[in-house]
Antibody
Framework: EVQLVESGGGLVHPGGSLRLTCAASGFTFSTYWMSWVRQAPGKGLEWVANIKQDGSEKYYVDSVKGRFTISRDNAKNSLYLQVDSLRAEDTAVYFC????????????WGQGALVTVSS | SYELTQPPSVSVSPGQTASITCSGDKLGNKYASWYQQKPGQPPVLVLYQDSERPSGIPERFSGSNSGNTATLTISGTQAMDEADYYCQAWDSIYVFGAGTKVTVL
């Protein structure tokens, strides 16, 4: 069974940091592009970042460039999102998702991890 | 930046057909995907490459994409289809529409 399980969310002050983890199982993790997508409370979906199978290519939405870092460890079947310099507008559920390529559909999503930025 | 426009809501009676549109500049030149999201759950891919259904998605879900508009059609809508639906296209990044709430009355 394909599973993506996010962890590492929580309450953080503005300017703070968190590291989100997405643990993958049930498929060959190293053969998929992986993305982070977020959803602010009551709002729509916003793609945040993605990373190539071997980690050699990484892409970000403009609003998080320089603050967020995506990475992966294929030996541990894990995807990460280091989120720094957090702002109130970063408050959202963060989903990890897999896709066959950089541009193709997001085929399977995890349950999400809530990040709340508040003083 | 590229934008996709969806109606905020669509209402449909059980057994009838629901159509959800997604508009974007020359969207027909791109592939559209559609995701279903129920409250408290992650999105589920229901269509990709305009009209392809992933394994496990019922045949009542179909799609088209031409000109500036992609359309998700749910035929014989069931109560379980009540959800938010998001269209998505690729334009250097993944772009999502704002979502359409489908209510089955």
């Amino acid at each position: 069974e394909v599973q993506l399980v996010e962890s590492g969310g929580g309450l953080v002050h503005p300017g703070g940091s968190l590291r989100l983890t997405c643990a993958a199982s049930g498929f060959t993790f190293s053969t998929y592009w992986m993305s982070w997508v977020r959803q602010a409370p009551g709002k729509g979906l916003e793609w945040v970042a993605n990373i190539k199978q071997d980690g050699s290519e990484k892409y970000y939405v403009d609003s998080v460039k320089g603050r967020f870092t995506i990475s992966r460890d294929n030996a541990k079947n894990s995807l990460y999102l280091q989120v720094d310099s957090l702002r109130a507008e970063d408050t959202a559920v963060y989903f990890c998702a897999r896709s066959p390529s950089r541009k193709q559909q997001l085929v399977f999503w995890g349950q999400g991890a809530l990040v709340t930025v508040s003083s | 930046s590229y934008e996709l426009t969806q109606p905020p809501s669509v209402s449909v009676s059980p057994g009838q057909t629901a159509s959800i549109t997604c508009s974007g500049d020359k969207l027909g030149n791109k592939y559209a995907s559609w995701y279903q999201q129920k409250p408290g759950q992650p999105p589920v891919l229901v269509l990709y490459q305009d009209s392809e259904r992933p394994s496990g998605i019922p045949e009542r879900f179909s799609g088209s994409n031409s000109g500036n508009t992609a359309t998700l059609t749910i035929s014989g809508t069931q109560a379980m289809d009540e959800a938010d639906y998001y269209c998505q296209a690729w334009d250097s990044i993944y772009v999502f529409g704002a979502g359409t709430k489908v209510t089955v009355l």
